[in-house]
């Protein structure tokens, strides 16, 4: 996290203080990041990514990745690999023992075994059994918060039947949905998540690792404690919504206390815990993985990594910096209180950052020809500063001719009294180059002004008249010899509406912005032909763009904008 914004001493932090300070934690704080390998992580997982590693890190701890794959049925190789990837592009590295060969990376599923055995444990003591309601009776049976629920027909079935039949349920003899474990704890809990949870389901569905060896799959709310308290988790951080599962947690971790499974580091038990954060949402988009893959599914988008999706691949494409999304989610901060979050202060956080370090180069996007009558034909070059906020990102040369583009919006036929750019009879600044003055312009059928002529003042190269008068207006061009011709992308917000989601989740896609992508052809100075894929760049006058393969910049952000932070 960023030393600078990071003014606030917020509640996840003074607990983890307070932990250490109390010999809580064994001598080492502990954190884990625990994504479901279902799809690719999105700027909320990166909120919770700088939350996780970031106290990790100002602790001098340790911070586990683990795959939550405890769900079979969308998870996957691919996914996985992407999360690895975007996680250490934001800049963050995992650490700690792991589960195998990969340090500090640890896989839920290779915990399946534990977790059985754990079941087994309840079982054999009482707590947890085995039952056979169907989802509608079991609704009915647990009833709703204000009332307590009833005891299921099978809650006090025998330890041996108990175990019998959840052996069954691990041997493949029962169908989906026929039978669960769950835990004895509580039916007339006011809390409706303690009123004996369910902690195994029978899914005849293949693990994308252990391929058929389990028919039956933990519940979050069993498995996640487990993985914590198994690995030495000390601070378990998490979205708001598990709040109320936390009694859960404790109760899971209680057990496992009592069957001696809980890790002892330094003399000291550690004790998992778990503390819940509001979660980040954002204006003009949705984050729900399910939708998100809806919209790559029907091809609203062109994959994950579209640059107009929440997702950290899909911000990479856009030009993205790591440090300007970490600077986001500092300042977005940590707190209990949900809030939603305006995209325009993460585009604030990009334009902050390429603003210092994104190389100044020209590009025309929307171009029109301009021809100087009186050049000579000769060639010169131009050295313009590469960055002019950063001398020691040194100067380039750009190549100068008679001819050359400019942007059509830099040219006015009526100008109004505030137009000091191009326009008949007046003089502009071609940057870095000389002043020009146009004379006259070429028009097609249609109206539309298809070339422009005129003069340069040969005592001004470098771009300052002789004899010292002034020129106010000053614009970008490229060469036409030696510019390159390229393609933009021009993004906009991918919904017209600042909650998709106001008609249900069956109806975010009308919000759709039908413009959300703009494609143009232009020119960009020849440099920028030896650019690779994400170099990214200030176009001078037109905004921030980024690399997307040979003669593609992707606009990242405009120049400026009017939100304050
Ligand atoms: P989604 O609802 O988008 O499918 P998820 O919560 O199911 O996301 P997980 O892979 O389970 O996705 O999330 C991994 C971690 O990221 C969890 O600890 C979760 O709390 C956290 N997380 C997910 N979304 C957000 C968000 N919008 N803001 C902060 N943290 C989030
Ligand atoms: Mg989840």
Redesign the pocket.
Known sequence: MNEESDTSRHFLRQWIEKDIAEGKTGGKVVTR????PN?YI?I??A??VCVDFGMAELFGGECHLRL?DTNPAKESDEYAENIKNDIRWLGFEWSGEGDGAEKGFYNASNMFDKMYEIAENLIKAGQAYCCNLNQEEWKEYRGVPEKPGRPSPSRDTSVERNLEIFRDMKAGKYADGEWCLRAKIDMSSPNIHFRDPVLYRIRHVPHYHLADKWCIYPMYDFAHPIEDALEGVTHSM??LEFEVHRPLYDWVVDRMDEQNLLVVRDGVKIRPQQREFA???LTHTV????LLLQMVQENVVDGWDDPRMPTVCGMRRRGYTPGAIREFCARVGVSKVESVSDPALLEWCVREELNKVAPRRMAVIDPVKVVIDNWNGEARNVVLPNNPLDESAGTREVPFGGEIWIDRADFMEEPDKKFFRMAIGKEVRLRGACIFKCESIVKDETGKVVEIHGVWDENSWGGNAADGRKVKGTIHWVDCATGKSAEFRLYDKLFLESDPMKDGSENFLKFINPDSLKVVKGYVEPLLAESSKLDRFQFERTGYFVCDGEGVFNRTCSLKDSYKP
């Open positions: 990041f625990p994504p479901e799809g999105h909320g997982h909120k919770a939550d998490c979205t979660r980040l949402n984050m729900s993985k399910r």
